[in-house]
């Protein structure tokens, strides 16, 4: 095996070689010798000896040689030739290329850095070059070179007054930049001179101190001392025995004593009683006084808290600086001794701290008395007089005062101007009447100016209201503008209808708000009341009001009577359509006054009836050899419930008669006659709708009425009708030449009887036939309801109603009616029963209204009542009306004398009790 050559192990390699052949039996040559010298190569790295050094320095170490690099290299020639680099950039440190000394060149500052550590670079300079690093580390030891440090450098701490001992103030921040015995801190104080001992300093850590309030007496007191300049010292290096080396620093520290509301207003007054006259003249200074407060920034408010009567005085302060202030004591009204005397002022001054300090200012104002005062009026006043009454009647009486009156003698006296009614005693201020009259109803009020004037011509005046009092000397008028009153009104009215007119009379004396707030007793001199005292009984007037209302009404048995919605017919002919009424007017005085008045009520027709034929159908026979001029029927029977100017009628054709034909009809009469002879070719039969109209009323308001009429044309046998008497025979109903039906009826009202036979003829046949009466049930009623007002002094309702078959006719059975009354307020109800029957199918009832049914109700209140009737047991109720029932009201009176009288409305028919 080969070995490299090493130039550092063996420079010089020495070799014998010989020269052989390759024979059998080889032949060599001589010995020769063979000498090699080897080259160095630059092979070897630099080997360093001092490998990672360290070494400790002093930070006030002095630039020079702190340590060498020792290395060493194999190589030879410039191969071993050595360089050393410092590769670590630090600016305290350099290195000598070629001897490896490390070199100081400024000082060390252990409080930046307290370790260097620095990388040398050893390297040959050979080629290629070789080299070797080591770290090289420098430890620096701490020295005492550095002052303490406040941090704030000064301190500006603010702390109120009064505070107590141990109070914080402040902590300081002392810091050093040297380390571990270096750094630590001793802290001393040195105090304020001009008032020492009132802080003291407690430590906190190694580098802070606080400052606390000391226990020392007196505390703090910003009015004393409002500032304090203190200085703290710090001092480092205070644990190595007999050092030499310390570092001091000192902070100011300027303490501020806030204030503290602790000091009240100071009032400086120099009397507290003052004599001052009495004056007219605003905004007088009476007294002035000064104050202050010592703590800052206060402001002092002042105000009278006592004493103030009427509110006469005022403060006005001035502010002088900031803690002083100038007040004055000001009038801000007139200041009357008469008034008041004196005044004890409690005057409080308040400060602006918290919480506000106060202090109080006593003072007394005695009031010097000059007499200039003016007589005056102290109220107003009023006078009441009864008219027409006589001389020196008492009105009123006035009074003044004068406030110098007690002192200076003065003597009041009274007077009015030139007065035609009124005088007035001029010493005690009494008013009276003069002779002349006093009309109320002339002058209601008058107005009388009293003057009082004292002693030396002041004076004052006043107006006295007088009223004058109503007495009852005036009669209420009827207004009419004629001899009476005119009204007009539908003709057929419900009951109770209300209709309104013009009557209104007017009383000249006083009405009840007249003289309200005058002082004169209410009268009911003017309070009216309307009664009829004659006329139709179909109306009535209301009291009060002087209305009109239809009452309930009972026709005389001779009369027509409607029981429908039409009540009752106010006009019974063409001629009685003007009722007059005769009007009574009273008043409530004493004694009372009246007049009298009619009213004429004209009652207009109003077409509300359709006219009615007798029959619904009329038949008639007429022989073909009739001349013209024969009575077809001369019996057409029509009725129309007007009973004015619309019960006029007018008849005509309707249908197949109604154009040419051979019969006509009177228009006034009904009559259908022949007009022409019959032809041997006209029809056997004729029918047609016979037409009845009323004429008189407006064509608007026309109604017609129809029947059906059939003519037969043939030959008639002659027959002779009659029946037995007392029995009503209408026209002949033939329906042929050999048969014919004919229908009897009885008088209304007449009483039949079953057991007589109806005897008859025809032509030469007579016969005698047993008769029977074949009444309907009821099936629907109609009724009255009598009644419109009930009070509790009369109770009774009357009530009619009437039964009708299907067939319109009162022939019934007999059916049992139920009446009942409804109380519309709680739904109460009374009931009672009637029976009707043929013939009329009429019957009546009364029924009492429950006195309870008054119980809810007032003067000024009316309940209705609905009043309806029934068939029993399963009729429909039909409505027949309402009523009202009314409170009834009694006149109060003690020992047979009347106090007052109700005013108002009665209700019609009703009767009032007046004890007297």
């Known amino acids: 095996a080969c070995n490299s050559l090493d130039y550092e192990t063996t420079l010089t390699h020495t070799y014998t070689y010989q020269v052989c052949d390759s024979g059998l039996e080889p032949l060599c040559s001589s010995n020769r ?4 010298d080897v080259n160095d190569i630059n092979d070897n790295r630099p080997v360093i000896q001092t490998v990672n050094q360290k070494i400790s320095l002093p930070e006030n170490t002095s630039s020079s040689l702190i340590f060498t690099i020792i290395a060493s290299d194999a190589d030879s020639g410039d191969n071993r030739v050595l360089r050393f680099q410092m590769i670590s950039n630090d600016p305290l440190f350099e290195i000598d290329a070629e001897s490896g000394g490390i070199y100081l060149i400024r000082s060390f500052d252990f409080e930046n850095e307290t370790v260097h550590v620095l990388t040398i670079r050893v390297y040959d300079l050979g080629s290629p070059r070789l080299a070797s690093t080591t770290n090289f580390t420098v430890c620096v030891l701490d020295n005492n070179d550095n002052s303490p440090i406040f941090s704030p450098p000064s301190y500006a701490p603010r702390i109120l007054e009064n505070r107590p001992a141990g109070a914080f103030v402040v902590q300081l921040f002392a810091t050093d930049r040297d380390h571990l015995e270096n750094m630590e801190l001793e802290f001393s104080l040195v105090d304020d001179l001009n008032d020492p001992g009132k802080f003291t300093l407690t430590p906190y850590s190694s580098t802070s101190v606080i400052i606390n309030v000391t226990s020392s007496y007196p505390p703090l007191d910003r009015e004393t001392q409002a500032t304090y300049m203190l200085y703290v010292v710090a001092t480092d290096n205070v644990q190595t025995v007999n050092s030499v080396v310390q570092n001091t620093a000192s902070a100011q520290v300027v303490i501020t004593i806030l204030d503290v509301n602790d000091n009240p207003p100071n009032i400086s007054a120099t009397e507290d009683t003052i004599f001052r006259e009495e004056t007219s003249t605003l905004n007088v200074v009476y007294y002035t006084f000064t104050a202050f407060d010592i703590d800052t920034n206060d402001s002092i408010s002042f105000e009278i808290i006592g004493g103030n009567v009427g509110n006469r005085f005022t403060l006005d302060a001035l502010q002088l600086s900031d803690f002083s202030y100038t007040i004055n004591v000001m009038n801000t009204k007139i200041i009357d001794f008469n008034t008041q005397q004196s005044y004890n002022l409690t005057i409080l001054a308040t400060d602006s701290g918290y919480p506000p300090l106060r202090t109080n200012l006593s003072l007394t104002i005695q009031l010097l008395d000059i007499i200039n005062k003016r007589p005056f009026f102290p109220q107003t006043f009023n006078g009441t007089i009864l008219e027409n009454s006589p001389a020196d009647g008492f009105v009123g009486q006035v009074f003044a005062f004068d406030d110098d009156t007690y002192s200076s003698g003065d003597v009041l006296t009274y007077s009015i101007g030139s007065n035609p ?33 004292d002693a030396i011509g002041l004076n004052d005046q006043t107006d006295v209201i007088v009223c ?23 003709e057929v009215l419900p009951t109770g209808h209300t209709f309104y007119t013009t009557i209104h009379a007017d009383d000249a004396d006083e009405s009840a708000d007249d003289n309200l707030n005058c002082g004169c007793p209410i009268t009911n001199n003017a309070v009216l009341g309307y009664t009829k005292t004659g006329g139709d009984n179909r109306f009535s007037v209301h009291y009060d009001t002087a209305y009109l209302s239809v009452t309930p009404y009972t026709a005389p048995s001779n009369e027509f009577i409607y029981v429908a919605d039409i009540v009752y017919p106010l006009c019974e002919s063409e001629i009685e359509n003007i009722y007059l009424i005769d009007l009574f007017v009273t008043d409530m005085g004493t004694p009372p006054r009246n007049d009298t008045s009619q009213v004429e009520v004209t009652v207009l027709d109003v077409n509300i009836y359709t006219p009615e034929f007798e029959k619904a159908s009329y038949v008639s026979l007429v022989d073909k050899e009739s001349p013209q001029g024969t009575i077809v029927i001369s019996d057409l029977i029509s009725t129309d419930a007007d009973l004015c100017s619309n019960n006029t009628v007018r008849y005509y054709f309707e249908g197949q008669l109604a154009g040419v034909s051979p019969f006509q009809i009177d228009p006034l009469s009904g009559q259908v006659s022949l ?10 039969s004729y029918s047609t709708t016979l037409a009845v109209e009323d ?12 029947a059906q009429l059939t003519v037969i044309i043939g030959e008639l046998l002659p027959v002779d009708f009659s029946v037995s008497s ?3 025979v209408p026209p002949l109903s033939r329906t042929s030449d050999t048969e014919f039906n004919q229908d009897f009826w009885l008088p209304t009202g007449q009483v039949p009887t079953p057991e007589t036979d109806l005897t008859f003829s025809i032509g030469r046949l007579n016969s005698t036939s047993p008769y029977t009466i074949n009444p309907g049930d009821a099936t629907y009623l109609t009724g009255l309801v009598v009644t419109q007002w009930v009070s509790v002094s009369n109770l009774d309702v009357h009530v009619f109603v009437q039964a009708r078959n299907g067939e319109d006719q009162t022939n019934i059975n007999p059916a ?3 009446i009942e009354l409804v109380n519309n307020l709680n739904s109460d109800t009374v009931t009672n029963n009637c029976t009707v029957m043929t013939p009329s199918g009429i019957c009546s009832v009364v029924i009492s209204i429950p006195v309870q049914w008054f119980d809810t109700l007032t003067a000024d209140t009316a309940n209705v009542v609905s009043v309806t009737a029934s068939l029993t047991p399963s009729g429909s109720p039909v409505n027949l ?16 004398v009347l106090i007052f009288t109700p005013t108002y409305s009665q209700f019609s028919g009703s009767l009032a009790y007046v004890p007297v």
């Open 695 to 706: 004429r008189l009323s407006p064509v608007a308001t026309h109604r017609t009425g129809t």
């Open 881 to 896: 009306g309402s009523l009202n029932v009314r409170y009834e009201a009694t006149c109060p009176y003690e020992n047979n």
């Open 33 to 36: 010798s063979l000498r090699i």
């Open 726 to 728: 007392g029995f009503v």
């Open 468 to 490: 004058v009092c109503d007495e009852n000397d005036n009669n209420p008028i009827f207004t009419s503008t004629f001899d009476i009153y005119r009204s007009t009104i539908d």
């Open 816 to 818: 049992t009616v139920e």
């Open 421 to 453: 009614y009124f005088d007035i005693d001029p010493v005690n201020g009494t008013i009276f009447t003069k002779p002349a009259p006093i009309d109320r109803e002339t002058d209601a009020t008058y107005q009388v100016t009293v003057t009082v004037t």
């Open 675 to 684: 007009s022409t002879a019959l032809l041997s070719d006209d029809p056997l």
